[in-house]
């Protein structure tokens, strides 16, 4: 880099972020058109968002005037539906913005996070921007949280933050309730990540943020309400935290669509879950199912996928042999997670054609 172009060191010798590959960009690739394809890589929703969210974008008249900075009317249909006080609650593009804003608000250089991989990449990346570093509690080998490993690094680190997800992205496991109970007595806050949480049968700690002093629960309307192309979450903090996150907060984060496609949605719940209770009926299928195969060993998920361990062939071969037959997995070659695959719950469609091309499939 030249003296005119002095970028922060750490980032100029940051190693490049593997971005994930567009639908377009696959189906150019396989050389088949888009809509051939089935997109079981990044857990969206394939029946897309509600239609009065159609209706919504297509009355849009206001896109030329700013956005209303506190989303005042989608924050009070927001507190309806998660049981938490609007004043509680802050929108954000995407519960991803929202781990920014925490790291922003919490961060000092110097300090650390606490991160359990295998987890959602997000908190780890963000972590080194925000001059913080990222110290890992591995789960155990069947995806649990290591309370006591977490509570001993708490004690030694002395970390900000304790990132926690539930269900587990990609695992699809929970944390239980004995479990918060010993993080949340812990001297750090903890942020918890519900992305999952309507796929799930157990209830959401969002009611309890606030009771609890140390607790913040992210969620996002990206995959139950099936935003995810709109880039619409929130979160839920403690009063304490409030006034300070509206003091750091981009003032027009969530633009004028995200805004009234998420009012849309939460005025058609009983659509959205009724595609909610399909989806985690194709996934309890898929793991009956996946379960046959001895090439397949799915983990129990409470979420909208399942992560399998893949045996006697290469999960890198599998997942190319799906993609020969237009469908997309996502594909796991890190060392906490080696040869693994995570398949996204589809249609009912989509997933007899999955399983179809896995009946082709086989070792050789
Ligand atoms: C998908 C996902 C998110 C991202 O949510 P956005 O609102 O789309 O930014 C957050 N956390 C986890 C665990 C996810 O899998």
């Known amino acids: 880099m030249s003296d005119q172009l002095r970028i922060r060191r750490d980032i100029a010798s940051m190693s490049a972020y593997t971005p994930t590959t567009s639908l377009e960009v696959f189906a150019e690739r396989l050389g088949r058109g888009a809509d051939t394809l089935i997109k079981l890589d990044a857990n969206e929703n394939p029946f897309g968002p509600s239609p009065r969210v159609h209706e919504a974008l297509a009355e849009l008249v206001h896109a030329h005037i700013y956005p209303d900075p506190e989303s005042g009317r989608l924050r009070t249909l927001l507190a309806d539906y998660c049981g938490a ?31 359990s991989p295998p987890t959602f990449a997000m908190y780890s990346f963000n972590a080194p921007l925000y001059h913080a570093r990222a110290i890992d509690v591995p789960r155990r080998n069947d995806f649990s949280l290591d309370v006591e490993s977490i509570e001993r690094a708490v004690k030694q680190h002395k970390p900000k933050l304790v990132f926690l997800c539930s269900p587990n992205n990609p695992s699809g496991n929970l944390i239980s309730s004995a479990q918060f109970d010993r993080l949340l007595a812990l001297p750090t806050t903890l942020v918890l990540d519900e992305a999952y949480i309507e796929f799930a049968e157990a209830d959401s700690l969002a009611s309890q943020v606030g009771t609890r002093e140390n607790l913040i629960v992210l969620r996002t309307l990206s995959k139950w309400a099936g935003l995810a192309g709109l880039r619409l979450g929130y979160g839920i903090f403690p009063p304490a935290l409030m006034p300070h996150l509206w003091k750091i907060k981009q003032p027009y984060n969530v633009n004028v669509a995200a805004d009234v496609a998420g009012q849309a949605s939460l005025l058609d719940i009983d659509l959205l879950q009724a595609r909610v209770a399909e989806l985690v009926q194709q996934r309890k299928r898929l793991e009956t199912a996946l379960a046959e195969l001895p090439f397949l060993c799915p983990y129990p998920s409470q979420a909208n996928f399942l992560l399998c361990r893949v045996q006697g062939m290469p999960a890198s071969q599998l997942r190319d042999q799906l993609a020969q037959a237009g469908i997309i997995v996502r594909y796991y070659d890190k060392l906490s997670l080696h040869d693994h695959i995570r398949i996204s719950a589809g249609t009912a469609p989509q997933m007899d054609r999955l399983l179809a091309a896995l009946a082709n499939c086989a070792p050789h």
């Open 85 to 115: 006080p609007a004043e509680q609650i802050l929108c954000g593009a995407g519960a991803d913005e929202l781990i920014e804003l925490i790291m922003q608000l919490f961060i000092e250089p110097g300090d650390c996070i606490i991160n």
